[in-house]
């Protein structure tokens, strides 16, 4: 077991290969980490693919507990983009399977997964929403006070 609590060894099968991998924690994203190994003779490997995945971009995450022992997590993000490149992701859904020697630091990862996005989202209310990228026009309240403050031409 990893003895850092923002890391989370992982794996995701697909009929021809195996993606083996790390997500970690960061200010901002998740980092996720990956190689892909042939599932024949595990001699193909590819190089090692890094993604960024925003806490913006997410919707959700879950983790779900197998009757075997093992734990897979779930992440789910608002749009298909950005988990596009992680294999294996559909309709903007990703599922990192996690092995049962892992699955305390699984629930560990878990836990402070949805503490980051908790703060983050709490962070983002505490400065405003003037900042905010995804917010495309502003209420009816901001459109009264440019009105009252716009200066007549002349």
């Known amino acids: ?55 913006l971009a997410l919707s959700g995450v879950e983790l779900q507990k197998s009757w075997t022992g093992s734990r897979t997590l779930v992440l789910k993000a608002t749009s298909l983009h950005p988990l596009r490149r992680v294999p294996g992701a559909l309709q903007g859904h990703c599922w990192l399977q996690v092995q049962r020697v892992n699955r305390e630091q699984a629930e560990i990862f878990f836990n402070a997964l949805l503490l980051k996005l ?36 002349g």
């Not at 794996?11 to 980490?33: F, K, S, T």
């Not at 009816?140 to 007549?152: D, G, T, Y």
């Open 1 to 55: 077991m990893l003895d850092e609590p923002g890391v989370l060894p992982f794996h995701i099968n697909l009929p021809l290969y195996r993606a083996y991998g790390l997500l970690r924690l960061d200010a901002q994203v998740i980092v996720m980490e990956f190689q892909l190994v042939d599932r024949c003779f595990g001699l193909l490997r590819s190089g090692v693919r890094t993604l960024h995945l925003p806490y």
């Open 118 to 153: 908790s703060e983050y989202q709490l962070e983002r209310l505490s400065h405003g929403f003037e900042h905010d990228p995804l917010r495309l026009e502003p209420s009816w309240n901001e459109r009264i006070v440019r009105l009252l403050l716009k200066k007549p031409n």
